[in-house]
């Protein structure tokens, strides 16, 4: 076949732009490119569900990490591992919900927490939230058939009850509030991060790992300047979609707190950055990608603290 009939039969030959110019976006930058993707017929399901592969991708291969299996002639010697997912009311939340039915139906032992009011699901948002609410459709029918734990903590005092279970978990996933956050942390919310970050630093003080896996970004830090709430998940990993966040280049503090930095494709065309991004921008991500940002940050968190060094018990527990 001639060059000139393959270009009429598979379209223009000409070469695509070169794309090298290093990009960084924002939280309203991801909100347009998110909504653009959904007007070329991309649905907010596909996303979500792509969004959580990801996270459950990731969590299974640090379980792995973090978890040997030891067994014995009569069978496994340990309890499996439990994996503790803390979601939010939104669309953070709704990403949390696709990850506990994925590793629960890959046979890991699962609890969730919905740390809010359930009839919230979705509230406020322009898209009306359908496929949060739908995915936490699905999660309540797994628990109801036992494949998983499901609770639900609508304020700090239910929440706190919750501490004895969920503090055994070997890996917390913060996916309580994402790139739509803005005002400060509200309660049950703030509850939820004292206690994430309390649940880990005991784990690691009584020599046990712990780790905690953060949802696009760790619950708050703010994915345009870095800023963060207080209290603030202290994570260990964070995995965010399509592109890195300004906010973790510009912010030290923000780098630290969100550990191992990872950016993961969720199928957005790249005419869905029409705009948005430079043409000369570099290609986003084609598999699940760590960024080594230029600058290294120093992290404490390598060794274990020692046992009864006066750590704060944190919220749920008498010291």
């Not at 930095?261 to 790249?270: E, R």
Request: net charge negative.
């Amino acid at each position: 076949m001639t060059d000139s009939a393959a270009s009429s039969a598979g379209g223009s030959t000409t070469e695509r732009p070169r794309r090298e110019v290093p990009v960084l976006i924002g939280a309203a930058e991801m909100a347009e490119i998110d909504a653009a993707a959904q007007r070329m017929g991309l649905s907010e399901d596909a996303l979500m569900e792509s969004a959580g592969a990801a996270v459950a991708e990731l969590a299974v291969v640090e379980l792995t990490r973090l978890t040997e299996p030891v067994a014995g002639p009569g069978g496994p010697l340990a309890e499996s591992a439990l994996i503790s997912v803390l979601c939010g009311p939104g669309n953070n939340g709704g990403d949390g919900f696709v990850v506990a039915r994925r590793l629960a139906a890959a046979g890991h032992r699962v609890l969730a927490v919905l740390v809010g009011d359930a009839s919230r699901i979705g509230v406020g948002r322009t898209d009306s939230g359908h496929s949060a609410a739908h995915n936490w459709t699905v999660l309540q029918s797994m628990a109801s058939a036992g494949s998983l734990e499901l609770f639900v903590a609508p304020t700090p005092e239910l929440l706190l009850k919750l501490r004895p279970r969920l503090s055994p978990a070997t890996l917390l996933i913060d996916a309580l509030l994402g790139s739509g956050a803005r005002a400060p942390l509200r309660e049950p919310i703030s509850t939820a991060v004292d206690l994430v970050n309390a649940i880990r630093t005991h784990a690691r003080a009584a020599g046990r790992g712990c780790v905690v896996l953060a949802v696009d970004t760790p619950t708050r830090v703010d994915l345009t300047n870095g800023g963060h709430s207080e209290p603030v998940v202290e994570a260990d990993l964070t995995v965010t979609f399509h592109r890195a966040k300004a906010g973790f280049a510009l912010d030290r503090d923000a780098r630290a707190l969100a550990g191992r930095y990872f950016v993961a494709p969720i199928g957005i065309p790249l005419e869905a950055e029409a705009g948005i991004v430079p043409p000369d921008g570099e290609w986003p991500p084609a598999r699940i990608t760590q960024v080594t940002w230029d600058e290294p940050v120093p992290r404490e968190a390598e060794g274990f603290a020692r046992p009864g060094g006066n750590v704060p018990a944190g919220p749920g527990i008498q010291d």
